[in-house]
């Protein structure tokens, strides 16, 4: 997928300070979340229970195109951002696109030496719930 080699290319170059910026670029094109989720959010349901910072994703899938839908507060920009990273890389992918995505993207982003391991621990359950998400919905359709 042509969007993830984008990103992780872009991430792989760029330096400490490099990497904070693009996450601060990426936490502020992170869309708000629809109306229609707001009450299950508000609600506790698609929490990501492994991040600190209260993460909600939600995934639709239909005719086999994915949209991704997550919500993280603003007061948190770089948690924001990494998951902005994970929206904007599957956003609108087909089930197969998102099923075939490296499982080794987290590293590949060379993220863990840059921020830490307890940040990319839980944007790896970001991305192991977005995975699955797919493949259960996929799996019922």
């Known amino acids: ?16 300070q490099e990497t904070l910026a693009l996450l601060i670029d990426y936490s502020e094109d992170l869309p708000e979340l ?15 229970h492994e ?4 993460v909600f994703i939600f995934i ?3 005719n ?21 990273i994970l929206v ?11 099923e075939e995505a490296p499982a080794d993207l987290l590293m590949q982003l060379g993220l863990a030496q840059k ?9 790896s359950a970001v991305y192991a719930m977005i995975k ?3 493949k259960k919905q996929k799996a019922g359709s």
């Open 88 to 98: 904007s890389a599957f956003d609108g992918a087909t089930t197969s696109e998102i």
């Open 115 to 123: 921020l830490g391991i307890r940040r990319v621990r839980g944007l």
């Open 60 to 62: 639709e899938v239909q």
């Open 34 to 48: 629809p109306e229609r989720f707001v009450e299950n959010r508000d609600n506790g349901f698609n929490q990501v």
């Open 132 to 134: 699955n998400e797919v």
């Open 64 to 84: 086999d195109k994915v949209d991704i839908f997550a919500d993280v507060p603003e007061e948190s920009p770089t948690v924001r951002g990494l998951v902005s």
């Open 51 to 54: 991040c600190e910072t209260p």
């Open 1 to 16: 997928m042509q969007r993830i080699e984008e990103i992780i290319e872009m991430f792989q170059s760029a330096d400490y």
